[in-house]
């Protein structure tokens, strides 16, 4: 069975940066989303199978980075500049593919999903 598996999130202070990483072994595109509670899981970033083509959320541009080292069968997300609105469980998520440059952005388009993990921004 094809797992996708998270790490790296914890607590931080407010300006603050941390990197997830999710182990994806795997031709996936992959998305990481997240969820606060009480609220919808949205799409943050995502990046095609060869790292051509990269999505960000408009609110995440410029703080946060994708990319993947696919020798590893890794792809991280770098946050910066971490304010406590971006506290919630973050989740990784892979479909498998057939074209290189695809991505996608929508919960719905994926059916691979890491189990979640928590980032938490404090004030």
């Known amino acids: 069975q094809v797992q996708l598996v998270e790490s790296g999130g914890g607590w931080v202070q407010a300006g603050g940066s941390l990197r997830l990483s999710c182990a994806a072994s795997?031709?996936?595109?992959v998305g990481w989303f997240r969820q606060a509670p009480g609220k919808e899981r949205d799409c943050v970033a995502a990046?095609?199978?060869?790292?051509?083509?990269?999505y960000y959320r408009d609110s995440m541009k410029g703080r946060f980075a994708i990319s993947r080292d696919n020798a590893v069968n890794t792809v991280y997300l770098q946050m910066n500049s971490l304010v406590p609105e971006d506290t919630a469980v973050y989740y990784c998520?892979?479909?498998?593919?057939?074209?290189?440059?695809?991505?996608?952005?929508?919960?719905?388009?994926?059916?691979?999903w890491g189990q979640g993990i928590q980032v938490t921004v404090s004030s």
């Open positions: 998520a892979g479909r498998l593919v057939g074209a290189s440059s695809v991505v996608y952005s929508v919960a719905g388009e994926y059916n691979v």
């Open positions: 795997g031709r996936f595109a």
């Open positions: 990046i095609s199978w060869s790292g051509s083509t990269i």
